[in-house]
Every structure is written in C-alpha cells, then in structure tokens.
T-cell receptor, first 113, second 115 residues
C-alpha cells in the first residue's frame, strides 16, 4: 500500500542553524501539507501546497519557514534559523484531491539545542 | 472557543470489549468533514475513519464506527472488540470548507487496552 515517507526520522540541530525536512508524498497525490506537534500537545497545521505554490498557511508559518517541491517526488520544509521552540514532531501529509483524506507520514522529530 | 474538544485525556478498556472515544466540534460552516487518526507510541499518524457533514449514515471501517450526532455536534469513535494493538493516542480532527484544506485537531485521548 502506498505511503508517505519522511527523512530523517530524527534531526538534532543547534539553535540558529538551518534544517531541511524531506517528504515523499504518495505518488498520485497532488496536495501536500506540513503539520507539527510539540511534545504532549495537539497537531497543528502549518501549510498546504498545490501546483507548486502555497495554497494556505497558518499564523505559525512565518518568514523563517519555506516549502518547496524541488523535483517530481520530494516535498521539503525548510526552517531558516531554528529556535528552541521549533522542537517538535513535523508531519508531512498528502491527499489526492482537496478536500480529501490526508495521509500522514511517520514524522520527523526535530530537536533544537 | 475550541473547535474540537476531546474531554477524555485517558481511557481504559478490557481486551475484546467496545470503547467509545468522545469528540465534540464547533463550527458554523454547513459543509465540513470529521476525521479520526490513531497515533501509536511510535509516533506516526494513521487515518482511521471519515464522516462528511452531509453523509446520511454513520461511517464504518471494520472495527471502527463513527457515532455522528449532527444536532449535538458530536462525532464519537466506537472501537469494537478492542485489541492490545489498539492502545494508542486517538485524535479527532475537522476540516471546514471555509478553512480550505487544513485539519484542526483535538487534544487527543490516550486509550489503553488491558489484557
């Protein structure tokens, strides 16, 4: 069964460093999303992406965040200058259409020291 | 106001019994969808079941069913014949047509299935 994959599973970085989280959505899906979950808290929407552009973003998704689809398979989330409060699990999700069921990847646990 | 409320931080159930996880929602949008996801201790988010606001019947997927009471704005998840592998965090989520495609999640309920 096709699934969303994410790499790395765990990323440790120093405050102020740039990180890139990678995702491979399900191959026939056209809509891509990033969510985050701070430890012990609920999952929060960051951004949705369609046709090579952001379709919507939350108030969390400020100028330090960016997304990109660099090729036909990958979907990336870049955090330019990480802060301690960026430590969280980051989930990528994809859907075939919008609105439609979103299927989540296994997540990348980001730890900012 | 919270859009999704899950009032049970933790629930316990005996193996093979049924359990209901509560979810209430708040929206003025007539078109919306409700989802349940399972998050095992390994961390991934697994889609379980979906209910559309205009669906006439309650959704079912194997051992999972959704008790949708539109007037009460509740969308409770019922798991029948609980298994040890059902032990996980369960999240209720909503997508409103006016909010595009974003999902809004509740706080979650930690379910423990006892042998």
């Amino acid at each position: 069964e096709p699934e969303v994959t994410q790499t790395p599973s765990h990323q440790v970085t120093q405050m102020g460093q740039e990180v890139i989280l990678r995702c491979v959505p399900i191959s026939n899906h056209l809509y891509f999303y990033w969510y985050r979950q701070i430890l012990g808290q609920k999952v929060e929407f960051l951004v949705s992406f369609y046709n090579n552009e952001i379709s919507e973003k939350s108030e969390i998704f400020d100028d330090q965040f960016s997304v990109e689809r660099p090729d036909g398979s990958n979907f990336t989330l870049k955090i330019r200058s990480t802060k301690l409060e960026d430590s969280a699990m980051y989930f990528c999700a994809s859907s075939e259409e919008s609105p439609d069921t979103q299927y989540f990847g296994p997540g990348t646990r980001l730890t900012v020291l | 106001a919270q859009k999704i409320t899950q009032t049970q931080p933790g629930m316990f159930v005996q193996e093979k019994e049924a359990v209901t996880l509560d979810c209430t929602y708040d929206t003025s949008d007539p078109s919306y969808g409700l989802f349940w996801y399972k998050q095992p201790s390994s961390g991934e988010m697994i889609f379980l079941i979906y209910q559309g606001s205009y669906d006439q019947q309650n959704a079912t997927e194997g051992r999972y069913s959704l008790n949708f009471q539109k007037a009460r704005k509740s969308a409770n998840l019922v798991i029948s014949a609980s298994q040890l592998g059902d032990s996980a965090m369960y999240f209720c989520a909503m997508r409103e047509k006016t909010s595009g495609s974003r999902l809004t999640f509740g706080e979650g309920t930690q379910l423990t299935v006892n042998p």
